[in-house]
């Protein structure tokens, strides 16, 4: 590591040991910084100063970093959003807990920062009454508890049973349309997306298709292709439609206001494909 990598670290380290609000925005910096060794003693750090006002400006980031292609950036991530302990943290770390692959350590972290921020949201509902999530009506303590393992949110159980009837038909949907094999054997929903997976493929850039655990601020979005190891999310957005248009212009939207790396592709710019995505995967 070179001298000014290693000044980045030792900076990290003594922010997290002072455990001050005011080095967040610093933080989320070098938690952006190219060598793993600096990024997990920022996310190291930002654990560090959970409680602490402002602290919920991280959580966005830290899931980010569950994501890393670096297993120990993933664990220190982990830790932090396990002592932060806010439930928007959740998705991300079933997403982890879900993946069959990576260091036994990781899982474990995983693991237990779920149960630390589960028995944490569970004591809170102890003490008083909840309000649902959709229609503002209280909630029963077993309401809860089942909104919330399958949700993540808190519904009553008329809505409850709205929203299982809503997400089920939407992904039985989106499954009809997946009809096209990638060259890789990915099953796209369209001819642009094949190429986009094609292309990917033939670079040898690792992507995840259409995945449902990518969370933006507490929302589960499904982005079309999410790429790792750059924290790129490419979205085609091949219809002309009303009610489509709406939807991606809301989906953009959220990408914008939470600082992501978006590329929106539409079917006239296939035959730039190269040079569009070229300059987000160097």
Known sequence: MQVEDEQARRRAVTLGDAGEAAAIGELLELSRHTQPAVRRAAASA??????????????????????????????????????IGEEAALPAL?????????PDYVLAAALRAIELIEAAAQARTEFGPVACSRCGSETTAADRKLSESQFQRVYCHTCFDAVFIERR??????????????TDRTVVQSQGERRIAD????????????????????????????LPR???????????????????????KLYQQEGKKL?????????????????FVR
């Not at 950036?73 to 932090?80: E, F, H, L, N, P």
């Not at 079933?94 to 990576?102: E, F, H, L, S």
């Not at 924290?231 to 957005?237: F, L, Q, S």
């Open 199 to 226: 292309w990917l493929a033939a670079h040898k850039i690792a992507y995840r298709y259409d995945d449902k655990f990518q969370i933006i601020q507490g929302f589960a979005v499904r982005p079309d292709f999410y």
């Open 169 to 182: 038909n939407f992904d039985m949907k989106v499954q009809n349309q997946k009809t096209i094999l990638a």
């Open 46 to 83: 930002l654990g560090k100063l959970s409680p602490c006002e402002g602290i919920r400006a991280a959580l966005p980031r830290l899931c980010d970093l569950t994501r890393d292609e670096h297993p120990q950036v993933r664990q220190y991530a982990i830790v932090a959003l396990g002592r």
């Open 94 to 102: 079933r997403d982890v807990a879900n993946r069959p692959a990576g």
């Open 230 to 252: 750059y924290d790129v999310y490419i979205e085609y957005w091949g219809l002309d439609t009303t009610d489509y248009k709406i939807g991606m212009l809301l989906k953009q």
């Open 263 to 279: 590329v929106s592709l539409y079917p006239a710019d296939m035959a730039q494909l190269d040079a569009k995505l070229s300059e």
